[in-house]
């Protein structure tokens, strides 16, 4: 009985955590990213915002899933390939 209340407990201390920590993309940071996306990977571009969030005080981290789908949405592909970081134009790739 005290192991499934500790189970529920750690199950509810953990979505509360990842809920409560989700913070959108801003403006500004969408055009860090498409600004950079040419020379940086998604992985480099998420820690360098992640840094400049704690600079400024916001203990948010920024995922690599949301520097990717936050390119998609803005229709940015990138070039398959390890450690290619070069852009293609969207109506290349659809053609290929």
Do not use: P
């Not at 860090?32 to 992985?43: G, P």
């Not at 571009?45 to 400049?52: A, C, D, V, Y």
């Not at 290619?84 to 290929?96: H, P, W």
Request: hydrophobic share 30%; aromatic share 8%; with cysteine.
């Amino acid at each position: 009985m005290c192991a499934e209340k500790l189970k529920v407990a750690i199950l509810y201390y953990t979505h509360e955590v990842f809920e409560s920590h989700t913070m959108k993309l801003t403006e500004k940071e969408k055009d860090y990213i498409k600004n950079l996306c040419n020379t940086y990977t998604d992985e480099r571009i998420s820690i360098e915002l992640t840094r400049i969030r704690y600079e400024l005080g916001i203990k948010d981290s920024v995922s690599v899933d949301q520097v990717r789908k936050g390119r998609y949405s803005m229709g940015i592909a990138k070039a398959h390939g390890r450690s290619v970081c070069k852009t293609v134009n969207k109506k290349e790739s659809e053609n290929e």
